[in-house]
């Protein structure tokens, strides 16, 4: 049975050399040999980036438990915490805004990337050149917004692979 490579360590190996709990540090710090551990009550920091602390036995995110806090009660099941300068760790009450579904959720953030890139909220980004653009040189097509010129080649090339694929 191979072990640890970090020296004094009897533990059973399991990946890149280290233990268990070796090769977790190694994973979460670069170092096997750091530990890093916040003060009982800290909580804890995911992958996403989302802070957590325990509350009565549960885990929960602090945004919502910020959020729970300003409202007095829990948040409705499917609502989503979105931080308006969009860092997962600050969670003061000015730099969170309620959302009632993913979806709404997902809506604010294609908002968000259309200002961010031409200055204009309402403005569309068409799904096959990837290009903003006002919604009124655009066709609209079930629920996505494309250029007239990008359909036309869409439709085009659909033709041509159902054509191709009957020969």
């Known amino acids: 049975m191979r072990k640890c490579s970090v020296d004094g360590c009897l533990e059973k190996h399991e990946a890149k050399g280290y233990c268990h709990s070796h090769y977790k540090r190694f994973m979460r710090h670069g170092d096997p040999l750091t530990v890093k551990q916040g003060s009982p009550g800290s909580g804890w920091i995911d992958k996403k980036g989302y802070k957590y602390n325990t509350e009565n036995g549960k885990a929960k995110r602090e945004n919502r438990v910020a959020a729970e ?3 007095g009660h ?3 099941k499917g609502s989503v915490v979105h931080h308006i300068d969009e860092d997962r760790r600050n969670n003061q009450n000015n730099n969170l805004v ?4 993913y979806g709404y959720h997902r809506q604010l953030h294609a908002r968000l990337d259309a ?3 031409t ?8 799904p ?3 290009k903003y653009d006002n919604p009124q040189n655009m ?3 079930k629920v996505r917004f494309l250029h007239r010129e990008c359909r036309n080649l869409l439709q085009t090339k659909m033709r041509e692979d159902r054509h191709a694929s009957c020969v």
């Open 128 to 130: 096959y050149c990837h």
């Open 139 to 141: 066709v609209k097509e």
């Open 74 to 76: 829990d948040l409705p």
């Open 69 to 71: 806090r300003v409202f």
């Open 115 to 117: 200002l961010k890139q």
């Open 98 to 101: 309620i959302c009632q579904s």
């Open 119 to 126: 200055g204009h909220a309402d403005w569309q980004k068409c």
